[in-house]
């Protein structure tokens, strides 16, 4: 059975229905990935790499990830931190803003359980993915472990992936993200930027420029979104630019590109080419945007990818 880990952060997310009533779910972009890839390949072992405390909401959301048949043996409890929360309100014309507690959230100690039998079984996987996100929410003085499991894990013949998923707002300066973006990139066998994403960071304005940005690094697999436009794909030495069909009602964008890297991942974790695999990325993505939040509620979910 193929295997994947997904490290990073998942949340309570907490949507306001109307002014008394909050809707309460969990999202997080590494776990919505993770939770699109098991719904469309069921025989791929897809599991979290992230802590929870001890609290109520920790056992929901430890109950959230079973029910979606994620593994979570490295799914670690926290004595004495809870997940971190965020509130999304959506204005008269559509617009959300979002607030975050986040800052000292059990996720950020996640490094601090790693030891020898955790790196054994990441290193039982095929696949470790981690975001930009994930990278943002480790807490600083833990990153050089990280990035020594890192190399240990593509010694073992871990393939490596990343999305850059820049959060502005998580980091203390652009260098500091550069910096880590670019060890990143260093070790990454796999990556899947967003064109918006690296603009921010880069000015990048277009696939091709983002290709060459990332010419500077060996990496093997390069999928670049952007958005409705087209996908450009560099594997193994071969460009290929796929169509987007755009959505015309699209409903809420929060975790296309969530979606589209689980889907992918599971297709080419299945052996498919790379072609049929994007394919099913943007079919999965167009059905996530065409309902609201992060995660489409399983049963229309997957009437939707069998009807496309
Ligand atoms: P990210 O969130 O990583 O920046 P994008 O916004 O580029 O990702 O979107 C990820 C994928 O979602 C795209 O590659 C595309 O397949 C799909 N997608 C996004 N917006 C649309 C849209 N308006 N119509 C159809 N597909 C879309």
């Known amino acids: 059975m193929k295997k994947i880990f997904f490290l990073g952060e998942c949340m309570l997310e907490l949507r306001a229905i ?126 050089a472990i990280f990035w020594q499991s890192i190399h240990t894990l593509k010694a073992a013949g871990v393939k490596v992936v990343f999305d850059p998923n820049y959060r502005a707002r998580l980091w203390q300066s652009v260098e500091e993200t550069k910096q880590q973006y670019a060890l990143a990139f260093q070790c990454a066998d796999i990556t899947l930027p967003g064109v918006e994403d690296l603009h921010a960071l880069y000015g990048v304005d277009s696939v091709e420029d983002v290709l060459a940005h990332l010419s500077d690094y060996d990496i093997n697999e390069v999928v670049i979104k952007n958005g409705p436009e087209s996908v450009l794909t560099m594997v193994d030495g071969q460009l290929q630019r796929h169509t987007i069909t755009p959505v015309d009602n699209v409903v809420d964008t929060t975790s296309a590109g969530d979606a589209f890297n689980g889907v992918y991942l599971g297709a080419r974790l299945s052996g498919l080419p790379v072609c049929e695999a994007v394919s099913k990325a943007a079919k999965a993505a167009a059905v996530v945007i065409q309902q609201p939040g992060a995660i489409t509620a399983k049963a229309v979910f997957n009437q939707a990818m069998a009807d496309s």
Not at 61 to 70: A, I, P, S
Not at 74 to 91: M, R
Request: net charge negative; charged share 20%; glycine share 6%.
């Open 18 to 143: 109307d002014e008394s009533t909050l809707n309460q779910s969990f999202a997080g972009d590494v776990y919505n990935s993770a939770v699109y890839l098991k719904r469309c390949f069921n025989s791929i072992n897809s599991a979290i790499v992230t802590a929870l405390g001890t609290d109520a909401i920790s056992q929901k959301m430890r109950h959230c990830f079973v029910q979606e048949q994620l593994g979570t043996q490295l799914v670690f409890a926290h004595s004495d931190k809870v997940p971190g929360v965020y509130y999304i309100e959506t204005d008269d014309q559509g617009e959300r803003s979002f607030t975050y507690w986040r800052n000292d959230s059990a996720a950020r100690k996640v490094i601090d359980f790693y030891n020898p039998t955790v790196i054994d079984e990441l290193a039982s996987g095929d696949m470790l993915f981690f975001s930009g996100i994930s990278l943002a929410v480790i807490e600083p003085d833990t990153r």
